[in-house]
């Protein structure tokens, strides 16, 4: 009998399951849109809800049991992946509000605060003052979208009582804990999001300086308690699945879910191994989990944008977060960079154009997505301005993009947006061109991010893609020709994420039982890895030396940008003082 494996993604925005055979091949896929809740008077605000994921992940792995008919027995494991949102229940598993009000901390369904929401600015600001050892391996500075200060920000506004009862998990440890009822955490969870320190564990004089010390009062069992609780990516979870999430899901009682992982590590699971087709020749495969692996960067592109590299010893690049130690390969380090915007920003600038409804109206008439009505129309504009490159389109307009903070390489929340080179200009064209120097926007700040990296001592040479706007070929080109290096493009740019999940699941599922080394567990994995990853396809660069020379100058004024926009922030703070 085939044996069959599930992968869970859950995203900013819906839920998806994959069942895969062996091969890594998709029998099955569904996706369910999941609801978000924001709050009219106060644009921080990102909330969701841990009953409707739930919901939304039985119902996708049902539809995939129902359309594959592949017998449930058949599925030998599961796994999830999912955002860095701070989820909270009771020890009930009953979820707890965390919206500001009177019904913060009572029993009820707006218990995620998603990793988006930046509520906990003031508590952020606390804990980077603290100067912790906590502070090395998250770059030098704790971002506010990380689970602590979420936390903090919750305990300053419920009751002591009502604070005590909550149990608080990175939203994929609370998958796994929903699906075994096991209150394991995952190593990439509490060491990304949740301040568990490398070969440290919990920081106890850190917890007390900022006004946490209930959890280390309590032994950490709040934040899912000692440190030898703590599983490395696709490690075997309790006993597998639970009665109640077994039928929940349509399959069988105890069936292995490995540990799960954040989204981006899970697209990181769900590349890497690619080979890449090139001529009609297939790409050799990397035989073993090796420091050749640190040339390769995992970008995976969605709503935000991750940066992961993995090396054998810690590399601390100040503003990129890590290094983290475990939390894919026992025995190795990743660091994580990251855009807090930009899948969401590309969107926000096609619809908030004056001719958005316009772009939409041709999009209609002629049967084809906005996005490629906008590069037809780009390819028009490039011939009649005889211009050798889209680059010279927008060579005098200079677009810096953090409209919702930076995350990476400069952890600044409070960085925003500018513009140079506005006209007296709100048509369909002057859309395309702002649409055009929105992604070369986000490609500059990828290599802005990569540079820092390769800086500090990693040797990034080739970019490994997913996420949705993996299937942009512009903006991919823009990758390659801005970052001078190779981009290899995923065989399915949505289903990378969740392929990785499902090769957790495999891995549960090949442990179960079993006692491991390291080196043991990472050949393994590796393996599952090479043998579900199917090839990808690569994009090169290939500007000629003048489009070069304007992306070389436009990269130098975009470094200024950052220069002049915290020059005039200290200049209007100073003279904001009495």
């Known amino acids: 009998m085939a044996s069959y494996f599930i992968g869970v993604d859950v995203g900013t925005g819906s839920a998806r399951a994959s069942l895969v055979n062996a091969s890594g091949k998709t029998i099955a ?10 709050d009219p008077s106060d644009h921080r605000i990102f909330e969701q809800s841990t009953t409707n994921i739930w919901d939304a ?42 919206t500001k009000g009177d019904k913060l901390g009572q029993k009820g369904d707006r218990n995620i605060i998603l990793w988006a929401d930046h509520r906990a600015e003031k508590e952020a600001d606390l804990i980077n003052s603290t100067g ?44 796994t804990y929903r699906a075994t009822e096991c209150g394991s955490r995952s190593c990439c969870s509490v060491t990304c999001k949740c301040s568990f320190v ?27 308690a000692a440190n030898l609780n703590v599983l490395t990516a696709g490690m075997p979870v309790g006993n597998g699945l639970s009665k109640k999430a077994a039928e929940e899901f349509g399959l069988v009682e ?52 991750c940066h992961i590299v993995q090396s054998k010893d810690g590399v601390f690049v100040n503003g990129v977060w890590g290094p983290y130690k475990d939390p894919v390969f026992p025995g190795w ?24 409804s316009k772009l939409v109206e041709l999009g209609k008439e002629q049967e084809k997505n906005i996005h490629t009505v906008l590069y037809d129309m780009l390819q028009d504009l490039k011939k009649e301005a005889n211009a050798e490159s889209l680059t010279e389109l927008t060579k005098h307009m200079h677009f810096y993009p953090d409209l919702h903070g930076n995350r990476s390489p400069l952890a600044d929340p409070r960085m925003r947006g500018s ?7 709100d048509g369909i064209h002057d859309l395309a061109r702002k649409y055009y120097l929105t992604l070369e926007a986000i490609a500059l700040q990828t290599r802005h991010i990569v540079d820092e990296m390769n800086l500090k001592g990693h040797s990034i040479e ?55 080394n390291e080196k043991e567990q990472n050949h393994l994995l590796w393996n599952i890895m090479v043998e579900m990853t199917p090839p990808g396809t690569i994009i090169r660069p290939a500007a000629s030396k003048r489009e070069k020379k304007l992306l070389e100058a436009k990269y130098k004024i975009f470094r200024e940008q950052i220069e002049i926009q915290y020059r005039w922030r200290k200049e209007i703070e100073e003279a904001s003082k009495d």
Request: hydrophobic residues 40%; proline residues 4%; negative net charge.
């Open 198 to 224: 490398p070969m440290k564990g919990w920081q106890a004089e850190f917890f007390e300086k900022i006004g946490l010390k209930e959890l280390v009062d309590r032994d950490y069992k709040q934040l899912g």
């Open 57 to 98: 992940v039985s119902t996708c792995i049902n539809i995939c049991l129902s359309t594959s008919k592949v017998d449930p027995s058949s599925i030998k494991g599961l796994s999830f992946d999912a955002t860095c949102s701070l989820a909270v229940c009771d020890f009930d598993m009953e979820p707890i509000v965390v």
């Open 254 to 305: 105890g069936t292995p879910v490995g540990s799960g992982v954040i989204d981006a590590y899970a697209g990181w699971l769900g590349t890497v191994a690619a080979r890449y087709k090139e001529n009609g020749q297939l790409s050799e495969a990397i035989k073993n989990v090796d420091e050749s692996l640190g040339h390769r960067l995992a970008v995976i592109a969605g709503t935000s944008t």
């Open 419 to 425: 513009f140079v080179g506005l006209a007296l200009d």
């Open 462 to 516: 080739s970019i490994y893609m997913s996420g949705g706007q993996a299937k942009n070929i512009l903006m991919m080109q823009l990758f390659a020709e801005t970052c001078s290096m190779p981009i290899v493009l995923p065989f399915d740019h949505a289903g990378a994420v969740v392929l990785g999940a499902a090769m957790l699941g495999r891995f549960a599922a090949e442990t179960q039982g079993k006692k491991m």
């Open 333 to 356: 380090w990743m660091n994580e960079g990251g855009q807090s915007s930009t899948g969401q920003l590309i969107d926000f600038m096609i619809k908030s154009h004056p001719a958005h």
């Open 29 to 38: 896929s569904h996706i369910q849109d999941t609801i978000t809740c924001r």
């Open 132 to 175: 912790s050892v906590v502070l090395e391996y998250v770059g030098g500075t704790m971002s506010l979208e990380m689970e602590i200060p979420k936390v903090l920000w919750l305990k300053k506004h419920m009751s002591g009582p009502l604070f005590e009862r909550c149990q608080f998990f990175d939203l994929p440890d609370f998958l």
